[in-house]
């Protein structure tokens, strides 16, 4: 069963920073390459940034390059997202999800309740 529960949300002012982290189950985590996504109020969800297995290779949208980092503590499961010089078009529900082998897509169907990131100008 696929197991995501995002968590370290909240209201920021732009220029601000907030850590996200992902819990995730050892059958969702283990092997694959995570990522974050985010849907914003009447949008569809995007991809934010994604880290491979090991850890050696990360990809980030264009939108979020050089503000923001991703890492992975596999003993853990759990995924982070720091998130720094914050932007109100950042302003989203946040999620994570393992990533479809050499896309930007996520693997499972099956989403979190994601975290709400609200960011005032």
């Known amino acids: 069963q696929v197991q995501l529960v995002e968590s370290g949300g909240g209201l920021v002012q732009a220029g601000g920073s907030l850590r996200l982290s992902c819990a995730a189950s050892?059958?969702?985590?283990?092997?694959?390459?995570m990522g974050w996504f985010r849907q914003a109020p009447g949008k569809e969800r995007e991809f934010v940034a994604a880290i491979t297995w090991s850890g050696g290779v990360t990809v980030y949208s264009d939108s979020v390059k050089g503000r923001f980092t991703i890492s992975r503590d596999i003993a853990k499961n759990t995924l982070y997202l720091q998130m720094g010089s914050l932007k109100p078009e950042d302003t989203a529900v946040y999620y994570c999800?393992?990533?479809?082998?050499?896309?930007?897509?996520?693997?499972?169907?099956?989403w979190g309740q994601g975290t709400q990131v609200t960011v005032s100008s």
């Open positions: 999800n393992a990533i479809a082998t050499g896309t930007r897509r996520a693997k499972f169907d099956s």
């Open positions: 050892a059958r969702t985590f283990s092997g694959y390459s």
